[in-house]
Nanobody
Framework: QVQLVESGGGLVQAGGSLRLSCAASRSIASYVMGWYRQAPGKERELVARITSSGSTNYADSVKGRFTISRDNAKNTAYLQMNSLKPEDTAVYYC?????????WGQGTLVTVSS
């Protein structure tokens, strides 16, 4: 089965930027790729999603600041995060979905200081 590994998380000041990467062990061309996040005490929420054809959608809280992209040749999805806010602090998870099949990465922690 496909394995997903996130990277790029870390500590950043408010207003700064980070780029998260989701490296897959095999082709992701047929998958809907998504980024989710979960803050302590909160439910996991969808941040951004990109279909196999390139259609995207975003949570209202990140529109205009975050950009999801994919490079199928590199088996990698990305989340560019700009103008970060303390409320963006969470563990960010990569997700791949194809009909009834779904797999998650292990998560990467993003901490935004004020």
């Amino acid at each position: 089965q496909v394995q997903l590994v996130e990277s790029g998380g870390g500590l950043v000041q408010a207003g700064g930027s980070l780029r998260l990467s989701c490296a897959a062990s095999r082709s992701i061309a047929s998958y809907v790729m998504g980024w989710y996040r979960q803050a302590p005490g909160k439910e996991r929420e969808l941040v951004a999603r990109i279909t196999s054809s390139g259609s995207t959608n975003y949570a209202d809280s990140v529109k205009g600041r975050f950009t999801i992209s994919r490079d199928n040749a590199k088996n990698t999805a990305y989340l560019q995060m700009n103008s970060l806010k303390p409320e963006d602090t969470a563990v960010y998870y990569c997700n791949a979905r194809f009909f009834t099949f779904e797999v998650w990465g292990q998560g990467t922690l993003v901490t935004v200081s004020s």
